[in-house]
């Protein structure tokens, strides 16, 4: 299986402000066949669902906020928030899709400051 | 916008079976691959298995003896059947749409099924 691991557990970081959350995988999850990186990334909020932010690790899915953006290669990615807004306090979880099982990683809270 | 919705018992006796429906809304249960991915209280997210309408499925080996994932065409839904819980299978389970098997665009709001005596 690969392991997906974040960093850090937690962070707080004050409104308008940079948030950066890492992602490790134990294998390099490039696919040589297209180009991509099998990585998506979500945000959930509490007592909801995860919602899909990011995938094939930094395109941006319909509808979410520029200030999200995602980058990385191979086994190292990041998820930044640009401006850190109220409604962006949350966990968020990395998930890599190269082989079965699907895996996440433990998840990172983001607190306001 | 697609909608998805998870009905079921709350409560499972231990060593019993976990039965979880979920039923697709607006759109046709025949045209993506759907999941089922559970998170125990306080917990991170587990990848149970996904199935696509053709009878193709993929489970977790770490559950795979346990798990069943099964389709209704007509009713649009997809259903779990997990055996011989435990106090460790307590959890809200949610069902979800994997876009191209990869990652999961769509999600329902969650059932907790609570395993307990």
């Known amino acids: 299986d690969i392991v997906m691991t974040q960093s850090p557990d937690s962070l707080a970081v004050s409104l308008g402000e940079r948030a950066t959350i890492n992602c490790r995988s134990s294998?390099?999850?490039?696919?040589?066949?297209?180009?991509?990186?099998?990585l998506a990334w979500y945000r959930q909020k509490p007592g909801q669902p995860p919602k899909l932010l990011i995938y094939?690790?930094?395109t941006r899915e319909s509808g979410v906020p520029d200030r999200f953006s995602g980058s990385g290669s191979g086994t190292d990615f990041s998820l930044t928030i640009s401006s850190l807004q109220a409604e962006d306090v949350a966990v968020y979880y990395c998930?890599?899709?190269?082989?079965?099982?699907?895996?996440f990683g433990g998840g990172t809270k983001v607190e306001i400051k | 916008q697609v909608q998805l919705q998870e009905s079921g018992p709350g409560l499972v006796r231990p060593s019993e079976t976990l039965s979880l429906t979920c039923t697709v809304s607006?759109?046709?249960?025949?045209?993506?691959?759907w999941s089922w991915i559970r998170q125990p209280p306080g917990k991170g997210l587990e990848w149970l298995g996904y199935?696509?309408?053709?009878?193709?499925?993929n489970y977790n080996p770490s559950l795979k003896s346990r798990v069943t994932i099964s389709v209704d065409i007509s009713k649009n839904q997809m259903s779990l059947r997990l055996t011989s819980v435990s106090a460790a299978d307590t959890a809200v389970y949610y069902c979800?749409?994997?876009?191209?098997?990869?990652?999961?665009?769509?999600w329902g709001q969650g059932a907790l099924v609570t395993v307990s005596s």
């Open positions: 979800a749409r994997a876009r191209l098997l990869h990652y999961f665009d769509f």
């Open positions: 607006r759109a046709p249960i025949t045209d993506y691959y």
């Open positions: 199935m696509y309408f053709t009878g193709m499925i």
């Open positions: 294998q390099t999850l490039f696919d040589r066949s297209n180009n991509k990186n099998s």
């Open positions: 094939w690790a930094s």
């Open positions: 998930q890599q899709y190269d082989s079965t099982p699907l895996t």
